[in-house]
């Protein structure tokens, strides 16, 4: 039996997902990719045998084993990484490796396409359709897995599953890493990235040189290429050569790990960080988190969790606004709401927003610069850079 259980976020799936694993034996993969990696084992190989060894599995066996995985995963050029430098895509690919090499007999995944590009997308794909047991599948809204399995909708009759069906955006245009490739149309940019180059964790990304035009731009690339790399060079987080103008940015940025970046009791005091409790108020009212502002946010579910961390780097009314993923954890109310957002910020209307709530803004809108692996719905997105 395969079975695909869609429901809105903050329905109890998770808990009834390890209920399930724990009930039947299964090998369970939890939405938080991360809290799988041991932290036991100094590389993603040592990782991948973690669970192997505590079987009693004989050494070639776990060789042999783990080399067939990291082929069908795209993990062997990673096997001597570091598995907790890894992209959020890579972990995920780890962690789901990791379970199927206990060779269970059923399988419960929660979210697991969260954060994973086409490859590992089509690898699971793979091991779902030929996987002899169970297998039970929750998360948030339709992909590809729910055509391998009976589908189980727990929203309204009237929601599609699908947050980009029957949508139809224009596609995006590719934008040059060469400044003078006349092949590809270069809009007047608003953001100049000139030979910018990072070395972090045994990776280089760069040298990269590139304009960002006044809209949407989505950075592509599969897992690993570096594209949180960039956003934090963009941000000045992370130690790179080269520069971007102007400089500096007044910028806001919302990670893909959100929850090590709250400190606050509550959302209102959260968004408020940084800047007025105005601006706060003026955000959860336009970003639809009334229910929540008086809640810890932590205690919050995860899409609309999301929708906080992405308040969180729109209170100062910031220039520019940098978004690692944040489609991970959206149900599909949240997509629709992540989607108004992003419009809404370049268009100038939350700036509008915060000012007629008499609250201060750091500059005029300019540019989302944001990653996502959700194609279909990263076609809403002006422009398009693919490392």
Not at 70 to 84: E, I, K, M
Not at 245 to 274: C, N
Request: proline share 6%; charged share 20%; with cysteine.
């Amino acid at each position: 039996m395969k079975k695909f259980v869609c429901a809105p976020s903050g329905s109890g799936m998770s808990e009834e997902a390890w209920a399930l694993a724990e009930e039947t034996g299964a090998a369970w993969v939890g939405n938080d990719a991360a809290a799988h990696i041991t932290l036991l084992r100094s590389t993603v190989e040592q990782e991948l045998a973690f669970g192997m060894e505590q079987m009693g599995v004989p050494v070639p066996d776990m060789r042999a084993r783990i080399q067939d995985v990291a082929g069908q995963w795209g993990l062997t050029t990673l096997l001597q990484r570091d598995p907790s430098k890894l992209s959020t895509g890579q972990t995920r690919r780890v962690a789901i490796a990791s379970s199927l090499l206990r060779n269970p007999d059923n399988l419960v995944l929660d979210c697991p396409l969260d954060g994973c590009d086409m490859d590992a997308t089509r690898a699971l794909v793979q091991v779902v359709d030929s996987f002899p047991g169970d297998v039970t599948i929750f998360d948030r809204t339709w992909n590809h897995l729910a055509d391998l399995c009976d589908v189980e909708s727990r929203y309204p009759e009237d929601i599609g599953l699908n947050p980009v069906e029957g949508t139809k955006y224009d596609s995006p245009v590719e934008l040059s890493k060469t400044p003078d490739d006349d092949s590809l149309p270069a809009p007047s940019p608003v953001l100049m990235i000139n030979d910018l180059v990072v070395e972090r964790h045994a990776f280089t990304l760069g040298p990269l040189s590139a304009g960002i035009p006044r809209g949407i731009t989505h950075i592509a690339g599969p897992n690993g290429t570096g594209k949180t790399t960039l956003l934090l060079a963009l941000a000045d987080l992370i130690d790179h050569s080269g520069a971007a103008q102007p400089h500096p940015l007044h910028y806001g940025w919302a990670p893909t790990s959100m929850d090590t970046s709250f400190s606050a009791k509550t959302v209102r005091d959260e968004i408020a960080i940084g800047s007025t409790l105005r601006n706060a108020d003026a955000l959860i009212e336009y970003c639809g988190l009334d229910d929540v502002a008086g809640v810890h946010p932590l205690d919050v579910a995860s899409s609309a969790r999301r929708i906080v961390s992405v308040a969180c780097a729109l209170a100062r009314g910031p220039e520019f606004l940098f978004l690692d993923e944040p489609t991970v954890g959206l149900d599909v109310y949240g997509y629709r709401t992540l989607e108004r957002i992003m419009r809404g910020f370049v268009a100038g209307e939350i700036h509008d927003v915060l000012r007629a709530h008499g609250g201060s803004t750091l500059g005029e809108p300019k540019s989302v610069v944001w990653t996502c692996h959700n194609g279909p719905y990263s076609q809403l997105s002006d422009y398009r850079l693919v490392l």
